[in-house]
């Protein structure tokens, strides 16, 4: 794996980690392998963050419904029984908290900005990021359900 791929799977992993721990006191853990017919079939919200400035790229949230609810419950206190605006806002704020940690870690590389999150909700959907690094994509095991997190991430030099 290249240099720049190793370390970006590293900040990732522990900008998940870091994010979903302190914040929404949820323990997660990568896991060896992403069922892309599960993430099709039950993963129903993506949120994302743009990068822009030296870097260019992506970082996406994506999870199923109930597991949106799950991670909004932790993070305002409440029940939450079904989508509505309070979890596309949790998720996008989600997004943006671990694509923060990613610049704050990518420090001293130049300047990186993040775009304001956009939460997709649907089904059966898929995104494609124009990038010449391959899209790193890591499932984390949560309490009973994942999540998956992904990551394209350019060098403007």
């Known amino acids: 794996m290249h240099t720049m791929q190793a370390e970006l799977v590293k900040f990732l992993v522990e900008a998940t980690g870091e994010v979903f721990r302190t914040m929404i006191s949820m323990d997660l853990k990568p896991a060896a392998h992403v069922d892309e017919?599960?993430?099709?079939?039950?993963?129903?919200?993506?949120?994302?963050v743009g990068f822009g400035g030296q870097f260019?790229?992506?970082?996406?949230?994506?999870?199923?419904?109930?597991?949106?609810?799950?991670?909004t419950e932790a993070m305002i206190?409440?029940?939450?029984?079904?989508?509505?605006?309070?979890?596309?806002?949790?998720?996008?704020?989600v997004s943006n908290m671990v694509g923060g940690n990613i610049v704050v870690k990518m420090a001293g590389r130049g300047n990186i900005d993040l775009s304001l999150p956009t939460v997709?909700?649907?089904?059966?959907?898929?995104?494609?990021?124009?990038?010449?690094?391959?899209?790193?994509?890591?499932?984390?095991?949560?309490?009973?359900e994942g999540v998956l997190v992904g990551l394209a991430l350019d060098s403007k030099s």
């Open 77 to 93: 206190g409440v029940p939450v029984p079904e989508l509505g605006p309070d979890v596309t806002d949790a998720l996008g704020e």
């Open 37 to 48: 017919a599960v993430v099709r079939r039950d993963y129903a919200v993506t949120a994302m």
């Open 120 to 144: 997709i909700v649907g089904r059966d959907y898929r995104y494609f990021v124009a990038t010449r690094e391959p899209i790193i994509r890591i499932h984390f095991q949560g309490p009973g």
């Open 56 to 71: 260019t790229g992506l970082l996406t949230v994506s999870c199923s419904e109930r597991m949106a609810c799950r991670i």
